[in-house]
């Protein structure tokens, strides 16, 4: 079973940037991130595909977020740029070990596509 660590949530300031990481110990197809605030349900961020040729964004963060991913070292990463207190939230890597049926956006952002998830990483910022 392939697992997803991540790294480098923390706390930061109002318009400042932060990026996320995620290792896998093996290959995955559409990976991304999803985030989880209190007392919300969790909420599709960022997701990119196997061979980086789409990536797919919440409306509240395109523009100042960047999914990405480097194969060569099974890792997929979330550059976070001028980031807003209601950016707080836990975040959540997931990724698929299946190949994709459609390169759509619906299948990308939908959690139940994804059978491999993080440990998630906490990420605050402050205003």
């Known amino acids: 079973q392939v697992q997803l660590v991540e790294s480098g949530g923390g706390l930061v300031q109002a318009g400042t940037s932060l990026t996320l990481a995620c290792a896998s110990s093996g290959r995955t197809y559409a990976a991304g991130w999803f985030r989880q605030a209190p007392g919300k349900e969790r909420e599709f961020v960022a997701t990119?595909?196997?061979?980086?040729?789409?990536?797919y964004y919440a409306d509240s963060v395109e523009g100042r977020f960047t999914v990405s991913r480097d194969n060569a070292k099974n890792t997929v990463y979330l550059q976070m740029n001028n980031m807003k207190p209601e950016d707080t939230a836990v975040y959540y890597c997931?990724?698929?070990?299946?190949?994709?049926?459609?390169?759509?956006?619906?299948?990308?952002?939908?959690?139940?596509?994804?059978?491999?998830w993080g440990q998630g990483t906490q990420v605050t910022v402050s205003s």
């Open positions: 997931a990724a698929s070990d299946k190949i994709p049926y459609t390169g759509g956006r619906s299948y990308y952002t939908n959690g139940l596509n994804y059978n491999l």
């Open positions: 990119i595909s196997w061979n980086n040729v789409m990536s």
